[in-house]
């Protein structure tokens, strides 16, 4: 296969697939060959494939899948639906809040929690247990990544700001239970990222929050809240270090969609609602203002082709 990029100033890399992929590719080539498989029928070549994986791997058919490790799968002609409905109402029960009123946002707006206002809890189990299931809730609800990710970070002192805070998603939740994740069987194979930061967020630190979230065709696939390592000086530089972070996600998920034999032919667009991030990352003779490391990330994706940068407005 031919090198990822053509970097001159970069050692050459060339991609090849590991050994159980290849195996992969020779059954589907087997399988395609067969009179069952040009005559179109699928079955026939998902119950080689199956055959192939059983005796390369110790697995075991157990049919069509339902539910797994907390997650409900429903699955139609239109594709694939993924939730917690178990999961979130079992949360609710053990709080004592599946009689409380729903709430229409997970956090309260402008709400700035620390780790120095409030009561300490007399027992921060409860509340550590709580947050390590809403942590994993995160599996299926992009939607509650950012309030789980402030909650997390007030778990070797909890104060009962904080418990107000975790109850207050959980009054959230309540109202829409079995929100998940919608795959359709029938889409485009293009990635997509939007990206975003909260400059200065943390009232303690003063430390910006990475967030970002990435698409193949309508699905999310990929989604992130993090605490940035590094104080930005300006909401442009915090913008620029979430761009360089989904750009490596970007990166990697190329090489992922390549290996099982989908190779992207087209760059995949960086969303980004930052006009001086963005004229920075359009602009290589602006890197001199940049980042060294940051615009290594953004420079070196031009070179694969891996994305280009918009805005909302586009």
Request: proline share 7%; with cysteine; hydrophobic share 35%.
């Amino acid at each position: 296969m031919p090198p990822v990029h053509n970097d001159p100033g970069r050692p050459t890399r060339t991609h090849k697939a590991p050994g159980y992929l290849q195996d992969y590719y020779v059954s589907i080539a087997r399988s395609d060959s067969s009179s069952a498989a040009k005559q179109g029928s699928d079955a026939t070549s998902l119950e080689h494939i199956k055959s192939h994986f059983c005796d390369q791997f110790h697995t075991k058919d157990l049919g069509s899948l339902k539910y797994f490790l907390g997650i409900e799968v429903a699955r139609s002609s239109s594709g694939l639906y993924l939730s917690q409905r178990k999961y979130t109402l079992g949360i609710l029960d053990d709080c004592g809040l599946t009689g409380a009123r729903s709430s229409e946002f997970p956090m309260e707006q402008h709400l700035k929690l620390s780790s120095s206002t409030g009561l300490v809890l007399s027992d921060p189990s409860p509340y550590r247990r709580l947050v390590g299931r809403l942590i994993y809730l995160t599996v299926t609800r992009p939607d509650i990544v950012y309030t789980v990710n402030i909650l997390s970070q007030f778990m070797h002192q909890p104060r009962q700001p904080h418990l107000d805070a975790a109850h207050h998603l959980l009054r959230y939740l309540k109202g829409s239970p079995g929100q998940g994740i919608f795959f359709p069987s029938k889409s485009e194979l293009k990635l997509k990222a939007f990206c975003d930061s909260d400059w200065a967020s943390c009232p303690m630190t003063r430390r910006s929050t990475t967030g970002y979230c990435i698409f193949l065709g309508p699905s999310p696939i990929s989604w992130k809240t993090k605490k940035q390592i590094t104080v930005s000086r300006s909401s442009a530089e915090a913008e620029y270090r979430v761009m360089a972070v989904a750009t490596c996600e970007l990166t990697w998920l190329s090489y992922l969609l390549r290996d099982l034999g989908i190779p992207l032919t087209t760059p995949g667009p960086l969303h980004c609602d930052n006009q001086a991030a963005i004229h920075i990352a359009a602009n290589p003779e602006l890197n001199d203002r940049a980042s060294p490391v940051i615009f290594d990330h953004i420079n070196w994706s031009y070179h694969c082709n891996l994305f280009v940068p918009f805005s909302d407005s586009d």
